[in-house]
């Protein structure tokens, strides 16, 4: 019943691992890895892993033409009654696409997630999970319209976007798609599509009964969006958001009763970022060359 659609861009390495989690998921009808123009061994190791997996289709763009792009390349392609959208660096709980279905079909809902926890190394999963556990906050930061999906809510809840690891039902996405206009690190790409569903009347809802985990992020050596140096990460999220806030605005203004104009709300988003990504980054580097093998947790 289920197309998954997973972008990526020069990280085979990391797709190599997560991968299997996909792989895993019950209801999958095929699983689509759209190669965003790759010169590293991804298309090798796609390969590999459908000559003994038919559900496994590789698509490839000739050159990189960014991830909205690929995420629009393999809807189009897409067959089943759902469709699951999952990222390279993003493994799956074995049951993600199982508890999905069931809690979408408990709340009729039509767009779905599960909780999402970044992890700092790769061995802390149940260390993270345990940890957002025991945080409370909202699932929406209305200050800042960023989302908490890490948290552990009660109850399903509804709300009015999600993160880029989510289930829709298909007819939900006929005649959605990504814009094209999110360039650099692509953020709010997910919240945009999210955002024009729920604009028609389409129910969204968090559930948090199962998890998607995000590998460590790698952004002096990676490759694809984490490949981008910390200042034109930080700049590109900036920007996006500016653009996001200037189409989206009226929807949240009424939907989160907000006091806030779109170049405070903006304003806030860059503080926020610099304080709590950008610095720390820098600090640590610091740290680093002054006593090497030191590092700010």
């Not at 089943?80 to 049951?95: A, H, P, R, S, T």
């Not at 079909?105 to 992890?119: E, M, Q, S, V």
């Not at 800042?144 to 109850?155: E, Y």
């Not at 039902?169 to 999210?194: F, K, M, S």
Request: positive net charge.
């Amino acid at each position: 019943m289920i197309s998954i659609i997973i972008p990526s861009y020069n990280r085979g390495n990391v797709l190599e691992k997560t991968l299997p989690s996909y792989l895993k998921q019950k209801h999958v009808k095929e699983i689509i890895v759209v190669d965003d123009g790759s010169i590293d061994n991804t298309g090798g190791l796609i390969s590999e892993i459908a000559r003994v997996d038919e559900r496994i289709k590789y698509l490839r763009h000739d050159s990189k033409r960014g991830a909205p792009v690929a995420k629009n390349t393999g809807m189009q392609r897409a067959t089943g009654k759902y469709i699951l959208f999952g990222e390279d660096d993003v493994f799956l709980d074995d049951n993600y696409s199982s508890q999905l279905l069931e809690c979408m079909k408990k709340n009729d809902a039509d767009i779905i997630a599960g909780r999402l926890i970044y992890l700092i190394t790769f061995k802390q999963k149940n260390e993270e999970l345990e940890r957002w556990n025991k945080i409370k906050m909202p699932l929406i930061d209305k200050s800042l319209i960023k989302g908490n999906f890490s948290i552990k809510t009660q109850n399903d809840i509804g709300t009015i976007f999600l993160h880029s690891c989510f289930l829709a039902r298909a007819e939900v996405l006929d005649g959605l798609y990504y814009d094209e206009n999110y360039q650099g690190n692509g953020y709010r790409e997910e919240t945009d599509i999210q955002v024009a569903a729920a604009k028609l009347g389409y129910k969204i809802f968090f559930c948090p009964h199962t998890a998607c985990f995000h590998f460590p992020r790698q952004p002096t050596r990676g490759s694809g969006q984490h490949a981008i140096n910390r200042f034109a990460y930080q700049y590109w999220t900036i920007k996006n958001n500016h653009y996001f806030l200037k189409k989206h605005y009226p929807f949240f203004k009424k939907e989160l009763q907000l006091q806030a104009g779109i170049l405070k709300l903006t304003g806030r988003l860059a503080c926020h970022e610099i304080r709590s990504h950008l610095l720390p980054s820098i600090i640590n580097d610091i740290l680093r060359y002054i006593q090497p093998g030191t590092s700010k947790k």
